[in-house]
């Protein structure tokens, strides 16, 4: 079956930096977009970043532009988010999630298949 593993979460100060990773398993890896969201209690899903097949295409929720980076590696079927000036309002469950919709975006619900989560704490 499919399983996206995200890792790489943690306690980290503020203006530190922070690299997740998600490995894919039990699908064509190379053929899904693959996102980021993330997550706090109480509030909606929100959209972080997106990459496209082949890594050429990136896309990024406005509160992460020129901080966070999305990568891929389709030979190791895996996606990273690499972290760069956190703030406290980055504390969130980050969730990694693949779609084979090309221009889901930001749009949580076009994504088939998603991550368990990985906590990611940002103190002052």
């Known amino acids: 079956q499919v399983q996206l593993v995200e890792s790489g979460g943690g306690l980290v100060q503020a203006g530190g930096s922070l690299r997740l990773s998600c490995a894919a398993s039990?699908?064509?890896?190379?053929?899904?977009?693959t996102g980021w969201f993330r997550q706090t209690p109480g509030k909606e899903r929100e959209f972080v970043a997106v990459i496209g097949r082949s890594g050429g295409f990136t896309y990024y929720g406005d509160s992460v532009k020129g901080r966070f980076t999305i990568s891929r590696d389709n030979a190791k079927n895996t996606v990273y988010l690499q972290m760069n000036s956190l703030k406290t309002e980055d504390t969130a469950v980050y969730y990694c999630?693949?779609?084979?919709?090309?221009?889901?975006?930001?749009?949580?619900?076009?994504?088939?298949?998603w991550g368990q989560g990985t906590q990611v704490t940002v103190s002052s």
């Open positions: 039990g699908l064509t890896f190379s053929s899904y977009f």
């Open positions: 999630a693949a779609t084979l919709a090309p221009y889901a975006g930001g749009d949580s619900a076009r994504y088939d298949y």
